[in-house]
């Protein structure tokens, strides 16, 4: 399979996307090309809804009958509405037309399972960010607080801090809003905590599984997001509702206090996010739908 990679010229390319994924594509056999021409497969990055793309490309994609392969990171919550593939700039828009009549597979990020969408539209999640070696039972039990939760203002994200504050029995590292931190200073205000907390703006869960999962626990938000594997509760993460419930503090309450119960949760959680967000696995995923949507041979 000959692959262009179809990104924005006016912004730096993905560094979390194709470059990702590229080692594990070439060690199967496949090859990366210069020239859109040159290609049997596009690999079209729709992250960004503001930057332009070569428009020679554009015009080559719009009138040639290729298959092509969508990958949208667009960060759209339970609070938009806004379904995907919009909102698209115009250039997005061409294409998108002239995919609806050809060989397509669409891989996006925050799909919600409430919706309906084209049978050739998958889940995707960013791989792994960032990691540390995994933690002893001590080294995560003795920390100081129970739970650090750093992220910017939402009232989504207010009404979780609120209702740990009024609960008063776990202790909390709380940020929500304010000056945006170094990552330094971020990952080090979590490694003071047991547990940390990842919720969306707007419904939907942000990055921070993919940077902090073996940092800490993990407590995700309730959501109707569809993952390609979803984590499970009481066994590698603890999900809570927005606001949490009262069953939901206690449950924390009774986990930060069991070494061994908050350890189980802890190494079940790296495990899973090792196996299921490493770049080999999404870049495999990958190419294992494209070959049974029949373009990947």
Known sequence: MKIFLLSPESVPMNQVLFPTFEKTFKEKGHEFVSRIEDCDVVFFDLHSRVAEYNEDDIEWLSHCVIPVVTFDEWDRGNMSNEVWPFPLTEQQRLVDVFIGTVQGVHFCRLMDK?????????????????EEPLLTTDEL???????CYIANQSPSRDAIAKALLEDGRLKCDILIGGKKLEFSDFLNRHKNAKLFISSGAGGFTDERVQCLFSVAGIIRERSNQLLLHDFIHQENCLRIDNPPTKQDLDNIFDVVNDKERLYEIYKNGYDFVKKYYSKEYMATYILETLKKEGICL
């Not at 409430?114 to 960010?129: A, D, G, M, T, W």
């Open 141 to 147: 039990f003795n920390r100081e607080y129970d739970i």
């Open 114 to 130: 409430k919706q309906s969408y084209l049978k050739n539209v998958f889940p995707y999640e960013k791989p792994i960010l960032f």
